[in-house]
């Protein structure tokens, strides 16, 4: 069976949207401009796949899972982790409290 990956303007604004982070943070992250992330996403503008793959990375790192289009089925995007997955992880990362300063 082939597969191909997919990463396009309407997966990468799924993606946002289902980790739930703000254009403002990608550009952060990836010191591509806030406005062309967001042209992009409308379509508007092509990035060069550089740009496209570090706002990708940024995705998958907060919980977004690419789906390759295949014979099996189309492409897509969900969360890598189911409800209650996720929020047992943030349990786990919560069970440490803060630093003290020693720590730092």
């Keep these: 069976m082939t597969t191909e990956d997919v990463f396009n303007s309407n997966l990468a604004r799924a993606g946002r ?3 739930g982070i703000s254009t403002w943070y990608i550009a952060d992250e990836t010191g591509i401009e806030r406005e062309d992330i ?3 996403e409308r379509g508007i503008l092509g990035l060069p796949d550089e ?9 998958i790192e907060h919980g977004a899972l690419f789906l390759p289009d295949s014979q099996a089925g189309g492409y897509g ?3 890598k982790y189911s ?7 943030d349990r786990w990362e919560g069970e ?4 003290a300063e020693d720590d730092v």
């Design 83 to 89: 409800g209650s997955k996720a929020k047992q992880i």
């Design 51 to 59: 740009q496209q793959d570090a706002i990708r990375a940024v995705l």
């Design 77 to 79: 995007v969900r969360l």
């Design 96 to 99: 440490g409290g803060p630093a």
């Design 17 to 19: 949207a289902l980790v």
């Design 38 to 40: 967001r042209k992009f």
